[in-house]
C-alpha cells in the first residue's frame, strides 16, 4: 500500500489565497523531494530538504521537513493562477523513490 | 540541461499487441525508471535500473518487462497489453538512485482498445 500519504487530494482556492499540502510517511526518510506537475505536463523536481526541522523557502513557496522526518508540507503564501498544478512529495525507502498520490491545486482568478 | 526524451506522446493499441515505450536521456545518468500514472494514485514505479544490463522490479511489475542494453536507453514492454493497461507512462533518470531529483521524460498516454 501507499507508504507516503498526501493530503488534501484537491484545493481549489481563490486567487490570493494560501495554499498547504502535508505528506506523512510511515517510516523516518533520509530526505523529502517535492515535485510540481503543471496540467498536460510532466513532474518536475522542486526542491529536496535533508535535515529534521529543515525550512527552504523559494519566493512564495516554503517547505518544511519535520522533527521526526516522517512529515512535511509545501506552503504557497498569495496563490497566483501560474501555481495551478498538482504538488507530489516523495521520499527514498527501500532503495526507491515513493511518491505520495499528489494534491491538485486549482486557482480561481 | 538534463533531457529525457520518450519515443511517443500518444499511443493507441489493440488487447493482446505487443507494446514498446522508448526512453532515452543524454545525461549519463546511470539510474533509470519507468512509473505509470492514474488519477488519484499519484506515480506507482513499474521498474527501475541501476546499471546496464540491471533491472529490479518495482511496486506493480505484472505484465511489464524492461530493456536496458545501454546506459541512455530504458525501454518498457508490455508483452500483451491489456485495456487495465492503459495509463500514462513517465521515464525518469536520476544521478543518486532514490536520493536525489529525478528528471522526467514528457510522458507516453496510451490507450489499450
Known amino acids: 500500500g501507499q507508504q507516503v500519504m498526501q493530503i488534501p487530494q484537491y484545493q481549489h482556492v481563490q486567487e490570493g489565497e494560501d495554499f498547504t499540502t502535508y505528506c506523512n510517511s510511515s517510516?523516518?526518510?533520509?530526505?523529502i523531494q517535492w515535485y510540481k506537475q503543471r496540467p498536460g505536463g510532466h513532474p518536475v523536481f522542486l526542491i529536496q530538504?535533508?535535515?529534521?526541522?529543515e525550512v527552504k523557502k523559494q519566493k512564495r513557496l516554503t517547505f518544511q521537513f519535520g522533527e521526526a522526518k516522517k512529515n512535511s508540507s509545501l506552503h504557497i503564501t498569495a496563490t497566483q493562477t501560474t501555481d495551478v498544478g498538482t504538488y507530489f512529495c516523495?521520499?527514498?525507502?527501500?532503495?526507491?523513490?515513493?511518491f505520495g498520490a499528489g494534491t491538485r491545486l486549482a486557482v480561481h482568478p | 540541461d538534463v533531457k529525457v526524451t520518450q519515443s511517443s506522446r500518444y499511443l493507441v493499441k489493440r488487447t493482446g499487441e505487443k507494446v514498446f515505450l522508448e526512453c532515452v536521456q543524454d545525461?549519463?545518468?546511470?539510474?533509470m525508471f519507468w512509473y505509470r500514472q492514474d488519477p488519484g494514485l499519484g506515480l506507482r514505479l513499474i521498474y527501475f535500473?541501476?546499471?546496464?544490463?540491471?533491472?529490479e522490479k518495482g511496486d506493480i511489475p505484472e505484465g511489464y518487462s524492461v530493456s536496458r542494453e545501454k546506459k541512455e536507453r530504458f525501454s518498457l514492454i508490455l508483452e500483451s497489453a491489456s485495456t487495465n493497461q492503459t495509463s500514462m507512462y513517465l521515464c525518469?533518470?536520476?544521478?543518486?538512485?532514490?536520493?536525489?531529483?529525478?528528471?522526467f521524460g514528457p510522458g507516453t498516454r496510451l490507450t489499450v482498445l
Open positions: 545525461m549519463d545518468h546511470e539510474n
Open positions: 516523495a521520499g527514498p525507502l527501500r532503495d526507491k523513490l515513493i
Open positions: 525518469a533518470s536520476s544521478f543518486l538512485r532514490a536520493y536525489n531529483e529525478q528528471f
Open positions: 535500473s541501476y546499471d546496464v544490463k540491471m533491472k
Open positions: 517510516t523516518t526518510l533520509s530526505n
Open positions: 530538504l535533508v535535515k529534521s526541522g
